[in-house]
């Protein structure tokens, strides 16, 4: 019988969206293939600090997105550079855990930014997503944009500020029309995002955007329908069937797509007509390949009155949450959900042995 193999799945984390991250923890447990792998649960707390936890009560009121928390546990473990794969326990230094594959499902800086890739990468294990490229580029919502406008893909219109002196409402309303959104340049599942209809509003969104990063964006308000594809692969990669979100409340806020049951709708596939379905593909790629992701990512996009696509983000560790996005469309493709996660575990074992047989010296 063919040995299983570990697969340490990484969650919680330091970002403001640790909640998310444990909802997609449990998500994927529940959805990995128990013949094929074994799953140990690698949870890191608020602090940043590494935990083993048992698969039986690693969650806190796991059926409720407003009280989810990460349990403790008294079973502290690191990874250290060109480990291969081998955690270490703190607590019984002789039992050390040798892991083939990591998937990380850490959301937002600390995870999803690059720092744990290359973490990943100098302990040489294979792990689901981008590599440290990849994900600090799609992290950054000022560096994607960018490289996606140098890339002639369309985009909104945006201006980057460093510094909470240089936000003038004048200046931004001579730039692009209100309503228009301030938001961090790295975070994700929009927290810290507020959409501005007056002045009244501009400094309170200026001071939170500020409070979860020190660099913000300010974007122009794209009058559309919103659509999102998947994307799955490494150098040959794939898109799903677009998506549509269709909003009841005023955005796609954090508290619409993790809390609220009645704040969207979401229409899997959305009904657009195939040649709107294929040019949403085609970019979804483009933008994916512009990037440098890999193994996946969900390209979110405006859809005009008059049929043009512009490219909203990409997000290199989507949701893996009971409503998220990203495996629903696969599901909606015709590839289930521990398929899925199967597919990704192979596509992180392909681009590792690739890695390892490159020249260092």
Request: glycine share 6%; charged share 25%.
């Amino acid at each position: 019988m063919k040995k299983k193999l570990n697969v340490g799945i990484l969650f919680g984390g330091k970002s403001a969206e640790h909640e998310v991250s444990l909802q997609s923890a449990k998500n994927v447990l529940d959805a990995i293939d128990k013949k094929k792998y074994n799953p140990i649960l690698i949870g890191i707390d608020k602090n940043g600090k590494w935990f083993l936890h048992k698969k039986a009560n690693f969650l806190l009121n796991s059926e409720n997105p407003k009280l989810i928390k990460l349990n403790k546990s008294h079973n502290p473990v690191s990874l250290t550079p060109q480990s291969n794969g081998r955690i270490n326990n703190l607590s019984h230094p002789k039992k050390r855990l040798l892991l083939d594959v990591i998937f990380p499902v850490l959301h937002g800086p600390f995870g999803e930014d690059g720092t744990i890739q290359g973490l990943l990468k100098l302990a040489n294990v294979p792990f689901v997503g981008s590599g440290v490229l990849g994900s600090a580029v799609g992290m950054d919502k000022d560096i994607m944009r960018r490289l996606l406008r140098d890339a002639d893909l369309p985009i909104a219109k945006f201006l980057v500020f460093e510094n909470k002196s240089d936000c003038n409402f004048n200046r931004i309303t001579k730039k692009f029309n209100l309503p228009f959104f301030v938001k961090p340049a790295n975070l994700g599942s929009s927290v810290g995002v507020n959409k501005v209809n007056d002045k009244k509003d501009f400094s309170r969104a200026i001071n939170n955007a500020f409070r979860y990063d020190k660099k913000i964006l300010v974007e122009e308000y794209i009058d559309g329908r919103e659509i999102e594809c998947s994307v799955l692969g490494n150098e040959n990669p794939i898109a799903s069937v677009p998506g549509e979100i269709i909003l009841k409340d005023d955005f796609y806020s954090y508290k619409t797509k993790y809390i609220s049951k009645t704040g969207a709708k979401l229409e899997i596939p959305a009904k657009i007509n195939q040649q709107l379905t294929k040019k949403v593909q085609t970019l979804a790629i483009k933008t994916f390949k512009v990037l440098a992701c890999e193994g996946l990512s969900r390209v979110d996009f405006f859809l005009k009155k008059d049929g043009k696509v512009i490219i909203n983000e990409i997000n290199t560790i989507p949701g893996f949450t009971s409503i998220s996005m990203y495996p629903r469309l696969w599901k909606a493709s015709g590839v289930s959900y521990s398929k899925l996660i199967d597919q990704l575990i192979k596509l992180a074992i392909q681009r590792f042995k690739k890695e390892q047989k490159l020249k260092h010296s």
